[in-house]
Nanobody, 118 residues
Framework: QVELVESGGGLVQAGGSLRLACQASGTIFSINDMGWYRQAPGKQRDLVATITSGGSTNYADSVKCRFTISRDKTKSTVYLQMDSLKPEDTAVYYC????????????WGQGTQVTVSS
């Protein structure tokens, strides 16, 4: 049974930075694509960034050049470095896993709250 545990959320002022981490267990981390999604109150869950097992990355237009996704296979952990944060980045951030034979992400963490004050 896969388990994804996020950490690193919190309250930060606009222009500040946060680093989220997601540790995976119960899965072969090295072969999975990993992703970060976010959901603001009253809105749908949206893609923020993804990273393939080979290290290729993809970002939502709204976070390009501000956020960086990375992974450490030795620690089974994926990170999201968030810089130049804006109030509109406020949301619950979720880590997700996609196995290589699947088209979509199928497992999610419990989420971590990020709040950016103006």
């Amino acid at each position: 049974q896969v388990e994804l545990v996020e950490s690193g959320g919190g309250l930060v002022q606009a222009g500040g930075s946060l680093r989220l981490a997601c540790q995976a267990s119960g899965t072969i981390f090295s072969i999975n694509d990993m992703g970060w999604y976010r959901q603001a109150p009253g809105k749908q869950r949206d893609l923020v960034a993804t990273i393939t097992s080979g290290g290729s990355t993809n970002y939502a237009d709204s976070v390009k050049c501000r956020f960086t996704i990375s992974r450490d296979k030795t620690k089974s952990t994926v990170y999201l470095q968030m810089d130049s944060l804006k109030p509109e980045d406020t949301a619950v951030y979720y880590c997700a896993r996609k196995r290589p034979w699947q088209a979509d992400f199928d497992s999610w963490g419990q989420g971590t709250q990020v709040t950016v004050s103006s």
